[in-house]
């Protein structure tokens, strides 16, 4: 198995809505990252895990908790979100956090929210 | 502070005609590059990357590009374009934190169109 999965493909919430995002992968990567990209633009570093630790936090607002229960998952937990939040939210996985030639980074085809 | 500049923001070419598409970065010590293609609404996929060595670097998909220290260039060639080249065309540099974990920098993109 060579890729990342996230789900939901598409989510629509509202601003006082709860939602999780979910990424997963089972290359036996041990760093995971998020990025969030807006059109036209190239992807934002959110979160970096490490060995299952938080290990970069970009100063992303609160209203984005990260969370990576075990090494092959990777979630995002949204509440009160604003409408400039609707973004591709997207995933991605490396072998080893703190080699650069392992920098390689796999992506997943990303969640598209949209915030009303 | 690490940086990528990719030039052209749009580029189009005519389907079996050559490709260059241009990237410049700014990195204080030997740079680690990699070239990404994003399909709309997709995750990113690796074309090719550059670590060491033979300055020319063959990637997938037939693209390949060539690491220039003097120019701090690292461009990406196709000698035929096909149809289902038209995509956005990320560059990246990547970076150890010590003590944390690797981050990429991305450049701002460049779109392919391919007309027939």
């Known amino acids: 198995d060579t890729e990342v999965t996230q789900t939901p493909k598409h989510l629509v919430m509202g601003m006082t809505n709860k939602k999780s995002l979910k990424c997963e992968q089972h290359?036996?990567?041990?760093?995971m990252y998020w990025y969030k990209q807006k059109a036209k633009k190239p992807p934002e570093l959110m979160f970096v895990?490490?060995?299952?630790?938080?290990?970069i936090n970009e100063s992303v607002p609160s209203r984005f908790s990260p969370e990576c229960p075990n090494s092959s998952l990777l979630n995002l937990h949204l509440h009160a979100l604003q409408p400039e939040d609707s973004a591709l939210y997207l995933c991605a996985s490396s072998l080893y956090p703190k080699v650069l030639a392992a920098n390689e980074q796999f992506f997943g085809p990303g969640t598209r929210l949209t915030v009303l | 502070a690490q940086s990528v500049t990719q030039p052209d923001i749009h580029i189009t070419v005519s389907e079996g005609a050559s490709l260059e598409l241009r990237c410049n970065y700014s990195?204080?010590?030997?740079?680690?590059l990699f070239w990404y293609v994003q399909s709309p609404g997709q995750g990113l996929q690796l074309l090719l990357k550059y670590f060491s060595g033979d300055t020319l670097v063959q990637g997938i998909k037939g693209f390949e590009a060539e690491f220039k220290r003097s120019q701090s260039s690292f461009n990406l060639r196709k000698p035929s374009v096909h149809w289902s080249d038209a995509a956005e065309y990320f560059c990246?540099?990547?970076?150890?934190?010590?003590?944390?974990?690797?981050?990429?920098?991305f450049g701002t993109g460049t779109r392919l169109q391919v007309t027939l």
């Open positions: 990246a540099v990547g970076r150890v934190n010590t003590g944390t974990a690797s981050k990429l920098t």
């Open positions: 895990y490490s060995y299952e630790k938080l290990s």
């Open positions: 990195y204080g010590a030997t740079p680690y």
């Open positions: 290359m036996g990567h041990r760093a």
